[in-house]
């Protein structure tokens, strides 16, 4: 009877071990299946997700200043320029009755009229295209400076502190203008250019900030000016 016993048992522990056997075997098919099914990502797709293989940022090409120029900004050059050349014309024949071509003849073949009328428009001229040409240039050098498209002679205060000053050393001093009004000029320029930079400072150059600061600077020395003029002349 225990040898019955014991055959059923081991019978029992066989049917167990080979169900078991069963079962891994299809949790292991099932499992290769579901690999199976899932895609695997393409070579192609990792090296376009992968940061390393995107491409650098292009950079932007740059183009010309004028290219970005607009027909409207062309039209209002060449109407300046129209102008200037009109009005020049206009000048010069009214004061020079001589031939134009005589005008950039020398001085000493002139006589002292015409030589007079000679040397008041070429003078004139010359000195009106540098003046303009450095200002506008130094407006340039002005607004790379403190990077403002606004920034001038005239918003930042440098026009009217070289006019103080060069007032101030005319009433005042007048021994100093001997040596040339252009230093005491420049002086006042870089005066009032420092003082408008110290108002400005604590805002970090503020573009908003830097332009008020230099409309009253130059509000203050134009009173300034005119309170002197008013008093002393």
Known sequence: MSANVDTHNKSNNINN????????????????????????????????????????NQPKPQTSLFANLSWRLWAMLIGLAALSLWSSWVLIDQQWTLPLRDLLIPSSQLDIASMAIQLHIVATSVVALLAGGLLGVVSILLQQLVKNPLASDTTLGVGVGAQLAMLIVT???????????????????????????????????????LILAGLVVNILLAAVANVLVLFFC
């Open 171 to 209: 009433l005042f001093l007048p021994s100093l203008a001997i040596y040339g009004g252009i230093y005491v000029a420049f002086v006042g320029a870089i005066i009032s250019m420092g003082l408008v930079f110290a108002l400005s400072a604590p805002s970090r150059f503020n573009p908003l900030i």
């Open 17 to 56: 071990h080979t169900d078991s056997s069963h079962n891994d075997s299809a949790h292991t098919m099932t499992s290769a299946s579901q690999a199976a099914i899932v895609p695997k990502p393409s070579s192609t797709s990792l090296k376009q997700s992968s940061p390393l293989n995107q491409p650098p």
